[in-house]
Each structure stands twice: as structure tokens, then as C-alpha cells.
């Protein structure tokens, strides 16, 4: 089912949204924000990713999960003019952006679940330091994958309307968010379906190790674009 964007009525809980906004916000003070006017041309997220409400995406199964937080498939993308009345010209044609290729993939009859968005977990509210720090990961794997730009990585297609700011404007654990392209298929899904394939079972072996050469050299080039940045990537699996 959908995830309710749940509201939080206990004050403590509440307390620890509107600390985080402002810590967050502290830590940033050097100008390394999500979204910002005055970014250089080598982390400017703003002409690159759409900033997004919370309420204008529909969630529906869980994808999977880590430590801090969760990942969900997006089931309606529903962008609304109106509430972005006060972005700036950059932000709203992100925004556009977004709104013109998921309709296009909708009418042309392909899947609507074109992407996932990755939000903290609500149990975090009662581990403020956890909250916290969770946060401020969240924050910066935003920032750094506006960064990238690279065919075999994930591309950020939208952030919260307002940056770190959004908790205190909702008071919602899932305020900030990080909504990416989904993945059709993992890496471990395919080598799984290869498995049971009569046809890839019965493909000459030149042509298998063609196949999965193509796929090392995905690989290596990702791995080698994020090196050449300074990226360590330590969960390659």
C-alpha cells in the first residue's frame, strides 16, 4: 500500500524534525547547500535536479532498506504548478522537465514506475543523534550524486522544495527525500535469470562472454568516472 506521510504529534518527536533542520542548516553555513543560487558550475543541483513536495509523489511498495533508511517505488508522479509559485526560473524548469518526460513515457505506454525515492526511517524520531546524523548522510549523498553524471549511475531526478528546510515545513520524517531513475533489474537478478535461461544456456560460449564482458566494462567505467572525481564507492556487490 501507500506510505502515509505520517504526522508527528508528540513534541518530542517534533522537537528533534525542527533540530535537525536548524543543525543541518548550521553545518552548511559555508555555502555547501542541496539547492543554491550562488553553486559552482561543478555542483549546481539546481538547474540539474527538480525540487518536489512530499505530496507530490505517490509511493507504493517498499524496495528495500538500510540502516537509516528506505527505499520506495513512486507510483504517481503529480506535479503541480501552483505550488511552485516562488521557485526560481531554474527551479521550475527543472520541474517542467520532469513533468514532460514522465508524461511522454506515460503516453507512449511505458512503465509509470519510472522511479524510487529513498526517505529516513520514522523509528530514527526516537534516536535524536541517529535522526541527526542520518540526515545529514541523506543530504549529502544528494549532493553528491548531483554531481554525477555518468550512463551506468543512478541520476537524482528530484529533492525536497526547500532543501534540508523541508522537515521544519512539514514536521515529517520523510520530509527530506531523494528521489532517483529505479532500477528495472540488479545485477544479481540477471545473473540469477541467466541461470535459469534455456536461451542464454544454450548461446554459444563466445557470445556469453561477450555479454558479460559488456557488463564488467559498464562497471569499470562508473567505477573508473568516480575515481577520476575523488569518489570512493565502498558497497559494490
Not at 505530496?55 to 524496495?63: A, N, V, Y
Not at 549511475?153 to 521544519?168: D, E, M, Y
Not at 540477471?190 to 564482458?213: C, D, E, F, L, V
Amino acid at each position: 500500500g501507500v506510505t502515509p506521510c505520517f504526522k508527528l504529534n508528540d513534541w518530542v518527536q517534533k522537537r528533534t524534525v525542527m533540530k535537525t533542520t536548524k543543525l543541518l542548516a548550521s553545518c552548511m553555513s559555508d555555502g555547501d547547500t542541496v539547492i543554491s543560487e550562488e553553486d559552482d558550475e561543478n555542483s549546481a543541483l539546481e538547474h540539474v535536479v527538480a525540487p518536489l513536495r512530499r505530496d507530490e509523489l505517490q509511493l507504493g511498495e517498499m524496495l528495500g532498506q538500510g540502516s537509516f533508511a528506505r527505499v520506495y517505488e513512486v507510483t504517481a508522479l503529480d506535479i503541480k504548478d501552483f505550488l511552485c509559485l516562488n521557485c526560481s526560473s531554474r527551479e521550475s524548469d527543472a520541474r517542467q522537465r520532469l513533468k514532460s518526460a514522465t508524461e511522454e513515457s506515460r503516453h507512449m505506454g511505458l512503465e509509470d514506475r519510472m522511479y524510487a525515492v529513498k526517505h529516513l526511517k520514522k523509528e530514527l524520531l526516537r534516536r535524536p543523534k541517529l535522526f541527526y546524523e542520518a540526515a545529514c548522510a541523506l543530504n549529502n549523498e544528494a549532493h553528491l550524486m548531483a554531481r554525477l553524471d555518468h550512463p551506468n549511475i543512478l541520476k537524482l531526478r528530484g529533492v525536497p522544495l526547500g532543501g534540508v528546510s523541508a522537515f521544519a515545513q512539514t514536521g515529517t520524517f520523510d520530509s527530506f527525500f531523494i528521489m532517483t531513475d529505479r532500477l528495472s533489474e540488479t545485477l544479481e537478478e540477471r545473473i540469477q535469470g541467466w541461470k535459469g535461461s534455456t536461451t542464454h544456456r544454450n548461446m554459444p560460449s563466445a557470445t556469453k562472454i561477450i555479454t558479460k564482458s559488456r557488463y564488467a566494462l559498464a562497471l569499470a567505467s562508473a567505477l573508473d568516472y568516480l575515481h577520476d572525481r575523488r569518489f570512493i564507492y565502498r558497497d559494490l556487490k
